[in-house]
T-cell receptor, first 116, second 114 residues
Framework: NAGVTQTPKFRVLKTGQSMTLLCAQD?????MYWYRQDPGMGLRLIHY???????AKGEVPDGYNVSRLKKQNFLLGLESAAPSQTSVYFC???????????????FGPGTRLTVT | GENVEQHPSTLSVQEGDSAVIKCTYS??????FPWYKQELGKRPQLIID?????GEKKDQRIAVTLNKTAKHFSLHITETQPEDSAVYFC?????????????FGQGTILTVHP
């Protein structure tokens, strides 16, 4: 049981280039999320998905697109990278423990992206 | 939307002392309050959480308290050890109605000096 995994771990892009970050989870969690983490700003939600084939915008969605073609995978795309997208990106998935109405969220190891 | 404020931004203590980190939230519908610990270069790890139907929860040296009336919750670490040094984040969620989405505080850098 690998939990939540992310690919790649590091990446350097030039302005205008595109790339896709892959998140995978093997816990059969229904909900998945993409966050970015910048110094002094905590984690901010980019996009999220409540199930296969569905996605929705979070707090900071501009410049990013996502897809969830399979339940276990959640992809984050940057079509034209900008220096402002230099950040650490975390994927997470969540489940609802039996008897609870709230969800516990677990994170992947992160991807450090630098855009020059 | 929800807004979570976290204080202090940095906290320095001596080994064996207690540490307290406080968070306030704005949405009275929030009902789930997790705390995450993030070591340098690592992922955030869930260390404790509290739901709105309880006022306090303990797990060994860590505890969380919740005051729904005042809309604030706190993390308490007793008998701190150097390995407690990390960034701690609080978060809030309205649970199922928000699809488990979390709003995070800005983080507290805790340093425990031997």
């Amino acid at each position: 049981n690998a939990g939540v995994t992310q690919t790649p771990k590091f990446r350097v892009l030039k302005t205008g280039q595109s790339m896709t970050l892959l998140c995978a989870q093997d816990m059969n969690h229904e909900y998945m999320y993409w966050y970015r983490q910048d110094p002094g700003m905590g984690l901010r939600l980019i996009h999220y998905s409540v199930g296969e084939g569905t996605t929705a915008k979070g707090e900071v969605p501009d410049g990013y697109n996502v897809s969830r073609l399979k339940k276990q995978n959640f992809l984050l795309g940057l079509e034209s990278a900008a220096p402002s997208q230099t950040s650490v990106y975390f994927c997470a998935s969540s489940y609802r423990p039996p008897g609870q109405r709230t969800y516990e969220q677990y994170f992947g190891p992160g991807t450090r992206l630098t855009v020059t | 939307g929800e807004n979570v404020e976290q204080h202090p931004s940095t906290l320095s203590v001596q080994e064996g002392d207690s540490a307290v980190i406080k968070c306030t939230y704005s949405d009275s519908a929030s009902n789930y309050f997790p705390w995450y610990k993030q070591e340098l270069g690592k992922r955030p790890q869930l260390i404790i959480d509290i739901r709105s139907n309880v006022g306090e929860k303990k797990d060994q040296r860590i505890a969380v308290t919740l005051n729904k009336t005042a809309k604030h919750f706190s993390l308490h670490i007793t008998e701190t050890q150097p390995e407690d040094s990390a960034v701690y984040f609080c978060a809030a969620s309205t649970g199922g109605t928000s699809y488990g989405k979390l709003t995070f505080g800005q983080g507290t850098i805790l340093t425990v000096h031997p």
